[in-house]
């Protein structure tokens, strides 16, 4: 392994490294200022007139009920979000039980064409049923989808953009159920019956109320993040369906674009500015890329070699891998707070 001699920043005040570090560190009045942005984006997202120009879309899920605890049957589910994706054989009764498998989304997948990424979906379901000799039955699929989309339906979703380090090309602004069944059909050897799409905070939210039945959001910080929550119709304008009881439905806020309209300015700091230009997707999902999963190893490691640079760390000096974009994973992080 190889060090190297960091003294690429000019003189400055010297600063320690509680200092450098403290501009990630956002006091009560900045959260108090970022959770009224929220809930400004929030509301725009809501009106009708406003929601074309809202950074956070609040997306209608036409779920507009939680369960109660009483449900029972056996259910296949699809969970794709990420560089993994899951495939799950649920029964509910007097308990859950869940049996699943991980299947790997390789990277040539993930920018390729559509039609091979729901080719790939497909093959490694039906793997999944002929190992569990489930081809006899016609079980009904929910199918995660965890990407920004225009929900139309239950069973209907339109991709509105790739995140995530997707960029599969002939996806956006189509249904991906559609997708999805045309590439089962394309086998011919998958009998399911897809009952509803969903993005992965309303499946969480779901889950979660199906055991506790306060619970009214849902959040995820994983390789992204998203929130989702309960909203009375009366607030929702964007809402084109039945106004029956109850008044009520999830609203899939995709709150990952929040800041792309430049409201976050004020916390963004230099290491965010870099992620977001080395990015797929620049001026795109600001937030996501400040706290999710696939980024914070990245920031960290920039600490890291800012920290190298001003020798204040290592003596100055940092090994060649420090020096190596997107060598620093974000699970070291939580390896070494434990």
Known sequence: M???????RPKRKTLTVKDICQELVLNHEAIKEVCSCLQEEINRGLGKDSNPEATIKCFPTYVRELPNGKENGRFLALDLGGTNFRVLLIELGAKCTMDSRIYAVPQPIMVGPGDGLFDHIAECLASFIKERDLGTELLPLGFTFSFPCKQEGLTKARLACWTKGFKCPGVE???????????????GDVRIKICAVLNDTTGTLMSCAWKNHNCR???????????CYMEKLEKVELWDGSTDEPPQVIINTEWGAFGDNGCLDFVRTEYDNTIDRESINPGRQLYEKMISGMYMGEIARQVLVRLVSDGLLFGGYASDILLEKGSFFTKYISEIER
């Open 2 to 8: 190889k060090f190297v001699l960091c003294c690429c």
């Open 173 to 187: 602004g189509r249904d991906v159920v559609e997708l999805l069944k045309q590439a089962i059909a394309r086998r």
């Open 217 to 227: 959001i849902g959040l995820i910080v994983g390789t992204g993040t998203n929130a």
